[in-house]
């Protein structure tokens, strides 16, 4: 079944670094460095290297064995660990004695993870610069876009598409600068042996964790930390958040392609957002895969925390508890931010419809304006209480709330009708939308984010 729905909801490079290949070899990819850094400092023969090297290609594994021998060792190093030394033997008995030397399965396991999730965010990182170059193309095409702004899902005051998806692009931006700290602070070997210790390395052990973290590319840890997961829950965490602010980005969009409003619409085309039964839908279906991504990753970030309350030195259960949750969040997160970046890249904005739509109250979306503006004279709650009573009226009248206040002699001595014209037109109250707007494509340019191609607008 998880197969069927990649292509819905885990579209993206990252599913690639998780695949059963991929896990296996990241495990391998340790055990062969860890031959080359022990044979470095004179603990195992140098000619032990390459047969290990040789052997160590997860093609050659004999995959359902793992998974069947997984059951009784607790774990996949153990089995893996097992095959790639029976396959070394066969051709070199010596070096086969000197695989996996002083290492536990933890170390194997963890590493080799910390090598795929390397590559995961990677992908991610690359997705997410792509996203912000497509999103700030489409704040600069509609910084000046009028629109309604929404509370409680009521119509509250005009704002410009621009700022609205601007606040997508600011969390966007904060993911960014959080990525690198993320990997600064995740990713590292994990080198302990079976306490922690690596007393079965004698007083090498420090000189093979620095050798072993050289040839795998990824900085040595001051400890081990078989024990100590928050490296793995800082990458989830930065995943589930990452999710979740596309998710934010996803639901706002979903209800603004709805036929009521209809201000957006996703791309169309033969089989995409169509109905079993109604030829004429066209449903928003990157929204739902993204929705469906973010409706997740909350739990599973919250497996990880729960994970973080390991036993001792190796934790019984929790530890386990990681193996497919990271994979599993990282993959929906790379399958959401994908997902996003085609919604962009493919819809179309109707500005003439969004327009409309700030009419369609007839005027009420300005009582602010006015209130605030009649307020210099007569005080904030009066002032509040008059236009709220013509709000009234204008409703029950099912009239234009300009025109209703041009008739109340108390508001007219203190506004003029000219006044009381551009404290209801929505262009003149949009507030510090555009500085809002500037200051976050600052951000992007100052990033030297690549600009990305305009895009469909009507």
Partial sequence: MTELLDSLLRG????????RDATLQGMLDFEVALAAAE?????????????????????????????????????????????????VAAHDADAA????????????????LILQVRGALD???????????????QVRQHRATVMVGRTWLQHALPITFGLKLAGTLDALLRARTDLAHVREQALCVQ?????????????????????????????????????????????????????????????????????????????SGPGRGGSSTMPHKRNPVGCAAILGAAARTPNLAATLFGAMQ???????????????TLPELLMLCGGALATARTLVADWTVDAARMRANVDITHGLIMAEAVTMALGESMGR?????????????????????????????????V????????????????????????????????????????????
């Avoid at 992908?123 to 193309?137: H, V």
């Fill in 39 to 87: 044979a470095e400092t004179g603990l195992i023969p140098a000619a032990a290297v390459a047969p290990i090297a040789a052997a160590a290609h997860a093609g050659a594994l004999d995959w359902p064995a793992l998974r069947d021998a997984a059951a009784c060792a607790g774990n996949l190093a153990i089995p893996l660990v097992k095959q790639l030394t029976a396959q």
């Fill in 310 to 324: 390991q036993d001792h030195e190796r934790g019984l259960g929790t530890w386990h508890a990681e193996w497919e």
């Fill in 191 to 267: 080198f302990g042996g079976a306490a922690g210790t690596l007393a079965s390395l004698g007083t090498q052990g420090p000189a093979v964790a620095a050798a072993l973290a050289r040839h795998l590319g990824l900085p040595d840890a001051d400890t081990p930390w078989h024990g100590q997961r928050d490296r793995i829950v800082r990458v989830g965490g930065w995943a589930a958040s990452l999710t979740g602010s596309l998710g934010k980005f996803a639901r706002d969009t979903a209800m603004l392609t709805q036929t009521e409003v209809g201000e957006i619409a996703e791309a």
């Fill in 415 to 458: 506004l003029s009708p000219e006044a009381l014209e551009r404290l209801t037109d929505p262009q003149h109250y949009l507030g510090a939308a555009e500085t809002f707007v500037s200051r976050v494509l600052a951000r992007v340019d100052a990033a030297a984010v690549p600009a990305q191609s305009g895009r469909k607008s009507k």
């Fill in 12 to 19: 993206s490079a990252v599913t690639a670094r998780f695949s």
């Fill in 97 to 112: 004695r000197f695989v996996h030397w002083g290492a536990t399965s933890q170390d194997a396991i963890d590493t080799g």
């Fill in 123 to 137: 992908d991610l990182g690359a997705d997410l610069d792509a996203f912000i170059g497509e999103l700030a193309e």
């Fill in 381 to 413: 709650l009066e002032a509040h209480r008059r236009v709220e009573a013509r709000c009234r009226d204008a409703i029950a009248q099912q009239r234009h709330l300009l025109d209703v206040l041009r008739e109340d002699s108390d508001i007219t001595r």
